[in-house]
């Protein structure tokens, strides 16, 4: 009888015989879904790994078409480049809770050569892990060359090309067996990344991020009447009414002076260590002006550049790329456009390169006067972090606003802080600020039986007592920005306008030592805890809320406003005091809208009753009475996905720029 070959011994030698693929192939999906297991944690999930699978079993397909001794080459150049992926991601992720894109790579590498200190800071040991895969391969090579692999392999290129490529397909077939329309669209939008990385793994995204990111170039080619179509059915169904209430018009004619407090915090306005508080000035500032104490930045992967973006545009930032990098040609009604109408000269100001996130660019569009920047206009006598120090910036930008208000009378003018930036570490390394975040209590000398005074390290070297430390020296920044524009005569009839850009960008696992710190035993309380305080998504999400104050020397306007308000609130809020209005904000007056709704660029919402997270399957709700309305629900689901999708489709399609020449030309056909 003929001695047939067992399964397990067919297995052995498709093993033996397509060894470097399936190293490349294991190897890059490990890798994968180590990166998932670092940043989005989903550990159970198989779909990404099919995802990640079929990727990879896509791209070794075509090593079968080299002759075998120039296999190795292939795949080691496609391993380099998933590694990469991987590094790149997982750093930025730590630092930004966000993936990387490639739209953005540009002016990302800006960092590197802005402040070395950055990226000594942002790099952790596990981020080169995934290097294992380099050498993994290599030295598989060196024990195949000494066994004559190479000599021994036959050349069965197409064959074994389509039959792993088949291989591809069939994974691919079970992929998609397991996901639904949802993610689909998910996937095509793009607006929350974490959800793309979860559910289609990190290779299917950036091939995903790779086709977004040649979007503005190829998109407004095609489909702009249906976009325009809807562009029109939404403007037309919520044209918004005027209205007037207590506040209209309270600051018409005042000059506004705008301050972009970076990486600002709304949970320590008020916060003390030991008795001292960690924002004195702000903290008298949003107690004698109009303070919004639940007011959210609206920022994606733009983070400062983004928030600029809907503060003065009462738009959303773009679902891939951001519009300070891709879509900066693109007309937008602004508040320095719409106060020049009133008469006002407006500036910007800023201690970094003009060049960083093109500013020098895109402020000229948005109707910017002038930008003083970096060395252009300022002396950089004294650096901190990325660039010159806030208390220097400031120092210098008060006689450059005495001298626009004397050369222009009324001004709008923005000043964009600096010092306040990620890692944080450089205040404290430098012992620029006089600020401990450690615990002092009383404790009886056990040897002396005296009561004595000791400190608990509590914060004191952590990222986030960093930041503390840091933010101490933005407010002390800010208390003599404001002496110094007393002092020029610059506070009378004028508005200050602060607020937070975005949130700092630190670790769930920072907060967790913050909250739940025993300063009697110097360590985190245990989960099994009665006063354990867990920092989920929820409450690390709601944390991330940033100070906004509208101040006046007089206290024309003060109080305290509780409603939920977001970053595109402020145009048509601002507008309402001032006089002005744009017929695109998204945003509303807070003061004329009794239910309010935040929507974030991931397509999470908040209201005054409702946390929604769309991360999860279905949709996770956070309510103030653990009660869920789906209609409730599902109403402002929809008009989230809606106002995304207009606010993009004016960003890609340039729409308000088109619509007023097609109406212009219209008009002008009608009247002949």
Known sequence: ???????????????????????????????????????????????????????????????????????????????????????????????????ASLSLLATSLQVIGVSDAVVENIMELKDFIFLWQLFALFFLNV???????????????????????????????????????????????????????????????????????????????????????????????????PTTNEYTNVLKGKNVIVIHAESFQQFLIGKTFNGVEVTPNMNRLTKEGLYFSNFYAQESVGTSSDTEFTFNTSLLPASS??????????????????????????????????????????????????????????????????????????????????????????????LIMLTNHTPFSDINERHLVDFDVDYKYEKVNEETGETEMVSAPYLEGTKLGNYIKSVHYADEAIGELMTELEEAGLLENTAIVIYGDHDAKLKKSEYVRYYNYDPYTDS??????????????FNYELNRKVPFLIWTKDQTVSGEVTKVMGMYDVLPTLGNMMGFSSPYALGHDIFSIDNNVVIFPSGDWLTDEVYYHTQLDDGKVLTKDGIMNKEYIENYTKISEEELSVSNKIIVYDLIRKTKEKDKIMKEYQEE
Not at 43 to 48: A, G, Q, V
Not at 176 to 185: C, E, G, K, P, Q
Not at 357 to 373: K, L, P, S, T
Request: include cysteine; hydrophobic fraction near 40%.
């Open 524 to 537: 985190v309380l245990d989960e099994e805890d009665p006063n354990y305080v867990n920092v989920d998504y």
């Open 1 to 99: 009888m003929e001695k047939t070959d067992s399964l397990i011994d067919k297995l052995i030698f498709f093993i033996k015989s397509n060894v470097l693929l399936l190293a490349f192939v294991v190897s890059s999906v490990f890798n994968a879904t180590l990166l998932r297991f670092f940043t989005v944690k989903n550990y159970s999930d198989f779909r990404p790994i099919l995802a990640d699978l079929s990727v990879t079993l896509a791209i070794g397909a075509f090593s079968y078409l080299l002759k075998p001794k120039h296999r190795f080459l292939y795949f080691f150049i496609w391993s380099i480049l998933f590694v990469l992926i991987c590094i790149i991601n997982s750093i930025y992720y730590t630092n930004f809770l966000s993936f």
């Open 143 to 241: 024990y195949l060359k000494r066994n004559h692999y190479y000599e021994k392999k036959e050349e069965h290129g197409l064959k074994n090309t389509l039959i792993t490529l088949c291989t591809s397909l069939i994974t691919i077939g079970f992929f998609i067996a397991n996901i639904n329309s949802t993610d689909v669209s998910r996937l095509g939008k793009q607006w929350n990344r974490e959800l793309v990385v979860m559910k289609f793994g990190i290779y299917t995204y950036h091939v995903n991020d790779a086709i977004a990111s040649i979007k503005p170039q190829i998109i407004p080619l095609f489909g702009y009447d249906q976009a325009e179509k809807e562009f029109r059915e939404y403007y037309e169904k919520n044209k918004k009414k």
């Open 321 to 414: 790329g951001t519009v300070f990098v891709n879509y900066f040609d693109r007309e937008y009604i602004t508040i320095p456009k719409l106060l020049k109408e009133q008469g006002y000269y407006t500036f910007s100001m800023h201690g970094n390169n003009g060049s960083y996130w093109n500013r020098n660019v895109v402020h000229e569009n948005f109707g910017y006067d002038n930008f003083y920047y970096h060395k252009k206009d300022y002396e950089i006598d004294e650096t901190i972090g990325l660039g010159l120090s806030d208390k220097s910036f400031f120092r210098q930008s008060v006689p450059k606003i005495k001298e626009v208000k004397e050369k222009y009378g009324k001004f709008y003018g923005l």
